[in-house]
């Protein structure tokens, strides 16, 4: 009952043509918002914006209110990881937007774009029960405690010219962050910065929100991101300060949650915190006084030391890179450099794992901060 009335008091404060259907709960109300009979097929609680006119009529209406909006932006797949980022949202502003959407852009036409987990139902249902138990009558928050949209557009409504995944045949507007985007994940996936810049300004543009929340475990998108609302002077979110970035969460054995853990067998999983665990090595040998060059290389012979004992049974692990960058510019910071001069450092690295030589390979992301923090 009481969920009832929160998501009843969300769903009056949207414009007449928004309005949604409700009855006894959460997942027997459904939005008249959604497109094409979408949101009665997922049974969705919460309003599903599939166009740009759905979107922008959903806007204006919270910039009538003078309502702040907090926006999430995810390839879908949710776990935990995305939701404490939507928790955060929910907390500080007086709106969350949710977008779920599989950016072809980033994905170089090798990579997993096909096969990348799509589960917005299950998705949608994560976010309800995120905001259960809010509306106590006796703590009633001012601000909204369920989620009040979720943007799942369809590509021709962010790319309404088309869009190419083979970079050499794209033509029309693209962003690009000289300097931050070609090295660390940019090194291995050339075109993945300039995919994720071009998507991350238009939903920008389309959501205009006052916050938005991203992970450390993608710093290097998270840092980008910011230089480019800071250079380009975005109005929506007003500045890099705007773009919030949240700790990376983890699993209990380490290893950072991403949506493409789904990819991993049992076995793949078992060894798939060699990364993790190589970046702690290298995180304490910088906390004992180590040099760069011994920092790098303690992270480097962990993983290639997990690998020899993965292959005894059949998990292959296929370091990518290991680098240390400056913070605030993403500089490569070499062997040699003094660390007197440094005003910390990332600590970040990437690899492949799969079960069998053959097997479906899993991309393995994660970092550390050295005397660092991102506020
Ligand atoms: N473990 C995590 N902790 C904190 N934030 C995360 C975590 N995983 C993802 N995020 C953040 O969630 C947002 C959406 O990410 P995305 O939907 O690509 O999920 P993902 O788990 O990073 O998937 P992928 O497997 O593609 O890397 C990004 O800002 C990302 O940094
Ligand atoms: C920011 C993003 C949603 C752009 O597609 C994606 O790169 C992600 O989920 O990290
Ligand atoms: N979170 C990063 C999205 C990607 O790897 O495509």
């Not at 797949?77 to 937007?97: F, K, M, P, Q, Y």
């Not at 070609?182 to 205009?208: H, I, Y």
């Not at 002077?233 to 493409?260: I, K």
Request: net charge positive; proline share 6%.
């Amino acid at each position: 009952m009481k969920t009832t009335r929160c998501l009843l008091r969300n769903l009056v404060q949207r414009p007449a043509s928004a309005l949604s259907m409700t009855s006894g709960s959460h997942r027997s109300a459904y939005s008249t918002m959604t497109s094409k009979g979408d949101a009665a097929s997922l049974n969705s609680p919460i309003p599903i914006l599939r166009t740009l006119a759905e979107l922008r009529e959903w806007r204006r209406a919270l910039f009538a209110r003078g309502a702040t909006v907090g926006f999430v932006p995810t390839m879908g797949a949710l776990h935990s990881g995305h939701l404490n980022l939507v928790r955060a949202s929910l907390a500080e502003t007086d709106e969350t937007i949710v977008s779920v959407y599989v950016n072809p852009a980033q994905f170089a036409p090798h990579e997993d774009f096909g096969s990348y987990p799509r589960t917005l139902p299950t998705d949608i249902q994560a976010l309800v029960s995120l905001t259960t138990s809010a509306d106590d009558a006796s703590t009633a928050p001012a601000r909204s405690k369920l989620v009040s949209a979720i943007f799942a557009p369809t590509t021709d409504q962010l790319y309404p010219n088309g869009i190419e995944r083979d970079k050499s045949k794209q033509r029309g507007a693209f962003v690009e962050v000289a300097g931050l985007q070609d090295r660390m994940e940019g090194a291995s996936r050339p075109t993945f910065f300039r995919g994720v810049a071009t998507v991350v300004t238009k939903l920008f543009n389309a959501v205009q929100p006052d916050l938005a929340y991203f992970g450390q475990k993608d710093i290097q998108q998270a840092i980008l991101l910011r230089r480019m609302v800071s250079d380009l002077l975005f109005p929506h979110p007003p500045g890099p300060s705007a773009v919030r970035v949240l700790p990376t969460s983890r699993a209990e054995d380490g290893l950072a949650l991403s949506s493409r853990n789904a990819y991993l067998t049992p076995a793949s999983r078992k060894h798939a915190t060699a990364l993790h665990d190589a970046l702690q090595r290298g995180q304490d040998a910088w906390a004992g006084g180590s040099p760069p060059a011994k920092v790098l290389e303690t992270a480097r012979s962990h993983v290639a030391h997990a690998a020899r004992l993965s292959a005894r049974e059949n998990v292959h692990i296929e370091l990518l890179y290991i680098s240390l960058n400056d913070p605030h510019t993403l500089e490569t910071i070499w062997d040699s450099q003094d660390r007197s001069q440094l005003s910390g450092a990332i600590l970040s690295g990437a690899a492949m794992i799969s079960e069998g030589k053959d097997g479906q390979k899993t991309r393995l992301i994660d970092n550390l901060l050295l005397d660092f923090s991102l506020e």
